[in-house]
C-alpha cells in the first residue's frame, strides 16, 4: 500500500483497526480529540463498536468490560482524562486485561494548557493508579511510529495481558506525515481466558480481588515476572551516532527529533555528541544506558517537563557520569541552538 | 430414591459448592437474614427458568455482594465501585448474544455510581440492573448511603440523617423514570412473602426483556441489612415493610414491552 498523508492521532486509529481492534471507548480532550473523532468513523466502517463514554472514568471501565470479553479494546485522552482513568490502569493490570489507551500529553498541572509537554511521564511510566503494577510504554516520534507503535502495543498488551500506553505529545498527534500503514490483520480469537457469554467460558473469572495475604502475595509475584520478562525481551530505544560519541543525549518522543539536528550540529563544530532515545519508557534502557556510562564522558537528557525521566537516567548510569537537565515547559520546544549552548556551556566548559 | 421430591432445590446456576469461597463452601458469606441472599436466590431461579445460565455474565460490584462470583455459576466480571454499568455496557456490545446483568448496591449505584448509571440507562442500553437498596453502606460498616432515611442514623450521620444536612433520600426509579430511554423500571420490597414472590417475577421479567430485545431494565429491591442495622432478621423485614416502602414507594414505574 501506498504511503497516506495522516495526522498522527488520526494514524493511531488506522492502524488499530487494522491490527484488528473494534472497540474504542473515549471522551473528547484536546489535543487527543481527533483520535475519538476518527474513530467514530473508522471503528463502525470496521463493523466495531465506538461510544463516547460519559467521562474517562466511564471509559476506562468500558475498556475493562471490553477487555473482559476478550477483544481488542482502546481508548485515548490527555493529562486531565488520563488522571481520571488511573483507578481504571489498577484494575486492569490487577485483573491481567490487555488493553492500549494513546495519550496525547498537554501542558499541565490542573488545566494547564493544550500544547505540547512530557509533563505525564511520572504519571504513566510509574503507574498513577494505586497498588503494584505497572503499565508498558511506548514513546512515538513520528507519524508513522504513532501508526507502527499503535499496532505493536496491542501485540505486547495479548503478549503481557496488561494496559499498554502510547505516550505521545501534541505535537506528534496533531502534526501530518506520510505513513506506510501496516497490512490489515484479522481480529483474533478471543484468549481462552475471556468471558465471552458462551458455555465453553462460563466457568471463567475476570477479577482483581485476592483475598488471603499468601494469595495476593502469588498473583504480584507472577505479575513482577510477567514484568521481569518484558524487561528482558521488550527493550527499544533508537541509537544515532554514539559509537564514537562523548557526551550522549538523552530524549523521547518529539525531542528525539529535535536532539538529531544537535547532534548533527554539534558534530559540524567538532563536538562528539550521540542520541539515545528511550522508545520504551517502561521497561527503560537501562542496560543500554549503563553500557553507554562505561565510556561516554557525560549525559544531556531533554525534556518537555521539569525533569522526569531524567531520574530514571541516573538510576541507570549510577552516579558514573554526570548527568546534567534541560527542560521546557509549558509548551515551548527547546531550539537545536539553545540544546547546543546548554551542552557547550554546561558539558564542555566543566569538561 | 428420595420419598418425595424437594420442594427448595437449590437452583442449579448456583455452584454444587462454592469452591470460590475459601471456606464454609456450603454456606454463602453474607450474614444471616442478608437481603443479597434472597436476590442471590431469586435471580438463580429467574436465569434457571429462562434457560439462559450458559449466556449470563454477570457484573459484581463493590460492596457486601463484591463476591457474588462465588455463587453464580455463570460468567463473572468484578468490576471497581460504581462502574458495573459501563463495564456491563461493553461487555454487551461487544458480546450482543450474552444475557449482561449489573449487580449494584445503593452506594455503588446511587453515590460513587451515579454517573455511569444514569447514562447507561439514557443510552438504553440491553442490559438488566439490579439495584439493591439497603439504604446503608454494609460492607464498609454502616455509613450513610444517597438512599439512607430520614433520620436514620449512621456511623457517618450519627445524629440522624437530616434534609437539611445531608439531603433527601435518591429515588432511583423515579429519576431514571424521566429519562425516554428505559424500557422497564419497576420498585419491589423483600418486606414479606408476597412482596418477594412479586419480587421474584419482576427479576425474571427484566431479564426477559433482555433475552427479547426491549431494551434497558432496571429493577430496585428495598432490602434489609439486619447486621448493620443492629436488628434482628424478622425486626428488619418489617423495617423494610413499614419504613422503607413508606419513603420508597412500590411500583412500576415503567413497561415497555419489546
Ligand atoms: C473508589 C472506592 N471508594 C470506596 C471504596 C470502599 N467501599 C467499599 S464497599 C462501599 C460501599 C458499599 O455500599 P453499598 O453499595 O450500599 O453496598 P452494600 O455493601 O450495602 O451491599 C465502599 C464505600 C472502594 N472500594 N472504592
Ligand atoms: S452487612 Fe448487611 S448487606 Fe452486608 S452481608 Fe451483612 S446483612 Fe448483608
Known amino acids: 500500500m501506498a504511503k497516506q498523508l495522516a495526522k498522527g492521532n488520526e494514524a493511531a486509529v488506522k492502524a488499530a483497526v487494522a491490527a484488528g481492534c473494534r472497540a474504542f471507548y473515549g471522551y473528547p480532550i484536546t489535543p487527543a480529540s481527533e483520535i475519538a473523532d476518527a474513530a467514530a468513523v473508522y471503528f463502525p466502517a470496521a463493523g466495531g463498536v465506538f461510544l463516547q463514554a460519559e467521562s474517562e472514568v466511564a471509559a476506562i471501565n468500558m475498556v475493562y468490560g471490553a477487555a473482559a470479553t476478550g477483544v481488542r479494546v482502546m481508548s485515548a485522552s490527555s493529562g486531565p482524562g ?22 496525547v500529553m498537554r501542558g499541565g498541572p490542573g488545566l494547564g494548557n493544550i500544547l505540547p509537554e512530557q509533563g505525564d511521564y511520572h504519571q504513566v ?115 544515532w551516532r554514539i559509537e564514537d560519541a562523548e557526551i550522549i543525549l538523552v530524549g523521547y518522543g518529539i525531542v528525539g527529533r529535535i536532539l538529531k539536528a544537535v547532534v548533527g550540529q554539534g558534530r559540524h563544530h567538532g563536538l562528539a555528541l550521540g542520541l539515545l532515545r528511550p522508545i520504551t519508557l517502561y521497561p527503560f534502557p537501562k542496560a543500554r544506558l549503563r553500557a553507554l556510562a562505561a565510556r561516554a564522558q557525560a549525559f544531556v537528557v531533554v525534556e518537555l517537563s521539569n525533569g522526569q525521566m531524567v531520574e530514571d537516567v541516573r538510576l541507570a548510569v549510577e552516579g558514573r557520569r554526570p548527568v546534567e537537565f534541560l527542560g521546557r515547559m509549558g509548551g515551548s520546544l527547546p531550539s537545536a541552538e539553545e540544546v547546543l549552548a546548554f551542552v557547550e556551556e554546561e558539558v564542555f566548559s566543566h569538561a | 430414591m428420595p420419598e418425595y421430591a424437594p420442594v427448595h432445590a437449590k437452583p442449579h446456576c448456583f455452584y454444587e459448592r462454592y469452591e470460590r469461597k475459601a471456606e464454609l463452601q456450603h454456606q454463602t ?27 449470563t455474565i454477570l457484573v459484581s460490584p463493590v460492596g457486601c455482594s463484591v463476591f457474588a462470583y462465588y455463587y453464580f455459576d455463570v460468567g463473572n466480571i468484578q468490576v471497581a465501585h460504581g462502574r458495573a454499568p459501563a463495564v456491563a455496557t461493553a461487555v454487551k456490545r461487544s458480546r450482543p448474544e450474552s444475557i449482561v446483568i449489573s449487580y449494584q448496591g445503593d452506594g455503588d449505584l446511587a453515590a460513587i455510581g451515579s ?61 431514571l423514570a424521566s429519562l425516554e430511554a428505559p424500557a422497564f423500571i419497576e420498585r419491589v420490597a423483600l418486606g414479606n412473602n408476597q412482596q418477594i414472590m412479586r419480587a421474584a417475577r419482576v427479576l425474571r421479567r427484566a431479564l426477559e426483556n433482555q433475552v427479547k430485545g426491549a431494551g434497558f431494565s432496571f429493577v430496585e429491591v428495598l432490602a434489609q441489612c439486619p447486621t448493620v442495622w443492629g436488628m434482628q432478621p424478622v425486626e428488619a423485614q418489617k423495617f423494610v415493610r413499614e419504613k422503607m416502602t413508606g419513603t420508597f414507594a412500590l411500583g412500576n414505574f415503567r413497561d415497555r414491552r419489546g
Open chain 1, 82 to 103: 488520563i488522571s481520571l482513568m488511573q483507578e481504571g490502569f489498577s484494575y486492569l493490570a490487577g485483573a491481567e486485561l490487555p488493553c492500549v489507551v494513546v495519550d
Open chain 2, 115 to 175: 454517573a455511569e448509571i444514569l447514562h447507561a440507562a439514557n443510552r438504553g442500553e440491553l442490559i438488566t440492573v439490579i439495584f439493591v437498596n439497603n439504604a446503608i453502606y454494609g460492607m464498609t460498616g454502616g455509613q450513610m448511603a444517597p438512599t439512607t432515611l430520614l433520620g436514620m442514623k449512621t456511623t457517618t450521620s450519627p445524629q440522624g440523617r437530616t434534609a437539611a444536612g445531608e439531603g433527601f433520600p435518591i429515588h432511583v426509579c423515579e429519576l
Open chain 1, 125 to 239: 511510566v510509574k503507574g498513577g493508579g494505586h497498588g503494584n503494577y505497572r503499565t508498558l510504554v511506548l514513546a512515538p516520534d513520528s507519524v508513522q511510529e504513532m501508526a507502527d507503535f499503535t499496532a505493536l502495543a496491542f501485540d505486547l498488551a495479548d503478549e503481557y495481558r496488561n494496559p499498554v500506553v502510547v505516550l505521545a505529545d501534541g505535537s506528534i498527534g496533531q502534526m501530518m506525515e506520510p505513513v506506510q500503514f501496516p497490512a490489515p490483520r484479522p481480529v483474533r480469537a478471543a484468549p481462552p481466558w475471556a468471558v465471552t457469554g458462551e458455555r465453553a467460558t462460563r466457568h471463567n473469572l475476570i477479577t482483581s480481588i485476592h483475598l488471603e495475604a499468601e494469595d495476593l502475595e502469588g498473583h504480584l509475584r507472577s505479575l513482577e515476572a510477567k514484568y521481569r520478562r518484558a524487561e528482558q525481551r521488550e527493550v527499544r530505544a533508537e541509537s
Open chain 2, 29 to 55: 458469606h453474607y450474614c444471616p437474614g442478608c437481603g443479597h441472599g434472597i436476590v442471590h436466590k431469586l435471580l438463580a431461579q429467574a436465569i434457571d427458568g429462562l434457560g439462559i445460565q450458559d449466556r
